[in-house]
Each structure stands twice: as structure tokens, then as C-alpha cells.
T-cell receptor
Framework: GAVVSQHPSWVICKSGTSVKIECRSL??????MFWYRQFPKQSLMLMATSNEGSKATYEQGVEKDKFLINHASLTLSTLTVTSAHPEDSSFYIC?????????FGDGTRLSIL | GENVEQHPSTLSVQEGDSAVIKCTYSDSASNYFPWYKQELGKGPQLIIDIRSNVGEKKDQRIAVTLNKTAKHFSLHITETQPEDSAVYFCAASIQAGNQFYFGTGTSLTVIP
């Protein structure tokens, strides 16, 4: 139980394009989902908290106009990286909360050329 | 805010030996402590968690201990196997809240 699916797992795109990443809770409903960014050999850095039906809460230093988050249903949150540039290349991971627990997707490797 | 420290950053053990990873936290209000295993190229997987009303929890070869007074908790893996090789993260949070505070990770290598 508590499976979180994240798509795509890997995306390569040109600088200036926008990329959408989907995060779905497959067997439970999640009022709250989270988006993290992880640099090589580092811990998870929380980018934003996504609440179903309301605006996301962004961590300090995260540009909300660049990283658009939508949580339109209890099982789906999306992260759109707008006008992506090489410095946005990273491993993005979502999680969904059920009770006290967070369950993570398998991440999206984003490479911007 | 909460500060979670994790040690060691790397750990190598012989197959069959035990591995121990330790974390400390600073906020006495934290009452939920999960441990995650992250394999290369994958997301973190919850392997065990403990709440502050419990001192120890076991699940087969994995156990977690919590010392609320000293504000530290530890992950114990017994009879280690090569497939235990991964990066392990501890975290602390307040159950009613959302924020998870993660440790910096421990890269465990089990040598066959």
C-alpha cells in the first residue's frame, strides 16, 4: 500500500521550454503533497508544500513563478518548471502524506540542454 | 527550527555484520521519526518509523531506538546483506505538522 507514482522518470529538453512532472497517489488520497529537489550526494531540499484545492506554500528562495504547482485532486499534484535553464537540471522528487507518513515517488531526472 | 544531524556520512560493513546509524534532533516538540532507504536513481522508501511514545521498534532485521531525553534516535540493521547497500536518511517531524527535517544521509556499503 501507499504507492506514489511519478512521471516522467527522466526528461531531457532544450533550454527555454517548460516541463511538467506528475505525482499521483495510487492507492490513497493525499490532501498534502510535497515537492523536493535533490542534488547529487545531498539530502532532500523541500521546495514547496502542495495542498489540494489551494495555493502551494513555497520555501524561501524558491521562485513560485518558475516552479508552478497544481494540486487539483486528492490524488494528483503537478510541478511545472517554466522556461527551464541548465541550472534547473536536477532530481525532483514528490511525496504524498497519509497520516504522519510521507511516501515518495521514484523521482524525475531533469536535464536541460 | 528543527535541526537534524546524522552520522556517519559513510559506513562500510562486512556482510552479516550489523550497521548502526545515529541521528540527533534539536526540537523537543518533534514526535515522529521515520527512516528512509534510497537506492541509486530512486526515491526514498520508508523502511521504519517510530513515534515518541515508544522507545524501540523492530521489523525483522531492522530496528529503531529513540531516546527522547537525549534527543537522539538510531537505526540498527542486523545480519546485513549486499542489497542493504544504499543511502539512508533519518527525519524528524511533528505528526500534526507537515514539515519533515531530514538528516544529511548515510551511504551504507555492505561488502560481500
Amino acid at each position: 500500500g501507499a504507492v506514489v507514482s511519478q512521471h516522467p522518470s527522466w526528461v531531457i529538453c532544450k533550454s527555454g521550454t517548460s516541463v511538467k512532472i506528475e505525482c499521483r497517489s495510487l492507492d490513497f488520497q493525499a490532501t498534502t503533497m510535497f515537492w523536493y529537489r535533490q542534488f547529487p550526494k545531498q539530502s532532500l531540499m523541500l521546495m514547496a508544500t502542495s495542498n489540494e484545492g489551494s495555493k502551494a506554500t513555497y520555501e524561501q528562495g524558491v521562485e513560485k513563478d518558475k516552479f508552478l504547482i497544481n494540486h487539483a485532486s486528492l490524488t494528483l499534484s503537478t510541478l511545472t518548471v517554466t522556461s527551464a535553464h541548465p541550472e534547473d537540471s536536477s532530481f525532483y522528487i514528490c511525496s504524498a502524506k497519509t497520516g504522519a507518513r510521507q511516501h515518495f515517488g521514484d523521482g524525475t531526472r531533469l536535464s536541460i540542454l | 527550527g528543527e535541526n537534524v544531524e546524522q552520522h556517519p556520512s559513510t559506513l562500510s560493513v562486512q556482510e552479516g555484520d550489523s550497521a548502526v546509524i545515529k541521528c540527533t534532533y534539536s526540537d523537543s516538540a518533534s514526535n515522529y521519526f521515520p527512516w528512509y532507504k534510497q537506492e541509486l536513481g530512486k526515491g526514498p522508501q520508508l523502511i521504519i518509523d517510530i513515534r515518541s511514545n515508544v522507545g524501540e521498534k523492530k521489523d525483522q532485521r531492522i530496528a529503531v531506538t529513540l531516546n527522547k531525553t537525549a534527543k537522539h534516535f538510531s537505526l540498527h540493521i542486523t545480519e546485513t546483506q549486499p542489497e542493504d547497500s544504499a543511502v539512508y536518511f533519518c527525519a524528524a517531524s511533528i505528526q500534526a505538522g507537515n514539515q519533515f527535517y531530514f538528516g544529511t544521509g548515510t551511504s551504507l556499503t555492505v561488502i560481500p
